[in-house]
């Protein structure tokens, strides 16, 4: 029996009742999203039930710290607990171990359904962000459930970032209900929308360089290799170049692009966007996923970086003949 979104928040609802040690998960290299929503969720468990201990799975991101610090766990940690997921599409993508190793496990996403995992799947592809989910999950049961102004300012910043300040086009005028009755807690936004896109001098050199030296077919792909011995030249990571990933965007002419990072292996992570070509057909083509208009990639070497392009240039030749 197919159950209605309606009967699994609240089945949702009761797991988390259910339990008194609960864990939250989110993908690896996180972003506003993925910690907005797994640590939201979590201090609207604590507000709502303060007798439950609640913790959380995954390696934090520097430029993200303002958000959370995380605190090391282990195995044991993991007896007799809930386990949730959040902005996960992918088994491989889940940072931690351990996350396996719960008592039950509950999945929370707004990607394409990739793998099956977890005893209850909520899936709202619909949405702009786990963290408006979140929300409204809040919202559903507000009766019941306690939201506070951490958890209200984490949410509103997983929203902001998967929107890119409200401009994408997952911008629903649910989004923006959610949105402002996030922005009713006492909070200040004006340092959340600061801290989310204010970057240092390297990477605003680095967001130079990417606006020099993205190339740009003649059918509208545009694309840009990042070295290692180019990121540590600027004193940069891996992670730094997700703050240029939009960069290519405005280029006039550019209907989708892809930022490609050299990793310590020789392999690259893929960053994939687009303004209308659907693009996460030809991820999942290369074990990668996401949204239809924002991707990502672990290619094998710069010759499967050469047949993403290959594809991206024939999705935009066929975007623009429709």
Request: net charge negative; charged share 25%; proline share 4%.
């Amino acid at each position: 029996m197919t159950l209605t979104e309606k009967q699994l928040m609240e089945q949702i609802l009761e797991k988390i009742k259910q339990w008194d040690n609960i864990i939250i998960h989110r993908h690896v290299s996180p972003d506003p999203d993925a910690i907005g929503s797994q640590v939201g969720l979590g201090e609207l468990i604590k507000a709502s039930f303060p007798e439950k201990t609640v913790k959380y799975a995954g390696e934090g991101s520097e430029s993200l710290n303002f958000l959370h610090t995380y605190e090391p766990i282990t195995m044991s940690d993991y007896e007799d607990a809930l386990v949730i997921v959040t902005d996960t599409a992918n088994i491989a993508r889940i940072d931690g171990e351990y996350y396996n190793e719960g008592a039950d496990l509950v999945k929370i996403d707004h990607h394409p359904k990739d793998d099956s995992y977890g005893s209850i799947e909520w899936i709202r592809t619909s949405a702009s962000s786990v963290s408006e989910m979140i929300t409204d999950f809040w919202q559903t049961f507000k009766d019941e459930l306690t939201l506070n102004n951490e958890g209200a300012r984490l949410l509103y910043a997983g929203i902001v970032g998967d929107t890119g300040r409200f401009q994408y086009n997952n911008t629903t005028p649910q989004t923006m209900r959610i949105a402002a009755d996030l922005l009713s807690f006492d909070f200040d936004h004006t340092v959340v929308l600061r801290k989310l896109y204010e970057m240092p001098p390297a990477v605003a050199r680095l967001q130079g360089y990417t606006l020099e030296h993205t190339k740009v077919s003649p059918e509208g792909v545009g694309h840009l290799i990042l070295s290692q011995e180019f990121l540590h030249s600027l004193g940069l990571e891996d992670e730094h170049t997700n703050a240029v990933v939009s960069t290519p965007g405005p280029i006039s002419g550019v209907k989708c692009w892809g930022i490609f990072v050299e990793q310590p292996d020789g392999t690259y992570r893929c960053r994939l966007r687009s303004h209308g070509p659907i693009i996460n057909t030809i991820a999942k083509e290369h074990n990668g996923g996401g949204h239809p208009l924002a991707s990502g990639v672990n290619a094998e070497n710069l010759e499967e970086v050469q047949e993403i392009l290959n594809k991206f240039r024939k999705v935009a030749v066929e975007w623009d003949q429709a």
